[in-house]
């Protein structure tokens, strides 16, 4: 059975069952500023293979990483010109940066797509508190690859059952993802719009 906890506050019990999940390669469930997440470590492809499984989630559609803070960040992906920009301006907070690889993370099997990775710094205090004690996820949303996002904890439980090994739990949450901008090619490109407006995030480059 999985453990769940419901929170209101990071807490450290928690949050080292949490931790000590991720570390064995399970998956585990927190909750992000935008929808809840379905994460587990990056650098062990049995642990990204489960989060591939658990959603039912195509290979091409690769893996995002979630980081702590953008020190961290800058060791998983390469944030330089109008990513750096970027970063600094909305992280943490509800965009995601498509950025090339950095050297440490090249090996990680996150999906097809090898050369470049998905990246965000979340705004929410339980998920930055677990990204500190475990280090940078695999993270993707917690539902049935194709299906809407629940919005609260026990919805993510039916969509994800056992196949996930802890739950944190913090209310009812937004409905709206991240919004993505691959900075990875010559010129920014949306890739999707989210709960951060892209005209916002193009406006930052000018």
Not at 15 to 24: G, M
Not at 110 to 134: D, F, K, M, Q
Not at 191 to 197: E, I, K, M, N, Y
Request: one cysteine or more; glycine letters at 8%; aromatic letters at 4%.
């Amino acid at each position: 059975m999985p453990a769940v906890f419901e929170l209101t506050e990071p807490e450290d019990a928690a949050l080292a069952v949490a931790a000590d999940a991720v570390a064995r390669g399970e998956a585990v469930v927190l909750p992000t500023d935008t929808v809840y997440g379905v994460a587990a470590r990056p650098d062990q492809a049995a642990a990204t293979e489960r989060l591939f499984r658990a959603k039912g989630r195509p290979r091409d559609l690769t893996l995002p990483v979630l980081a702590s803070g953008l020190e961290e960040a800058r060791r998983v992906g390469s944030l330089s010109g109008p990513g750096q920009r970027l970063a600094e301006r909305f992280w943490p907070g509800a965009l995601t940066l498509v950025v090339p690889r950095a050297p440490g993370a090249a090996s990680w099997d996150l999906g097809s797509e090898r050369a470049t990775v998905a990246l965000r710094v979340p705004n929410h205090p339980i998920a930055l508190a677990l990204l500190r004690r475990a280090g940078p996820l695999a993270a993707t949303s917690a539902n049935r690859s194709g299906r809407p996002t629940p919005e609260d904890c026990g919805g993510v439980r039916r969509e994800l059952g056992d196949a996930v090994a802890v739950y944190l739990c913090a209310g009812r949450l937004s409905p709206m993802p991240s919004t993505i901008v691959d900075v990875s090619g010559p010129e920014p490109r949306v890739v999707r719009a989210g709960a951060l407006d892209p005209d916002e995030v193009l406006r930052a480059l000018r």
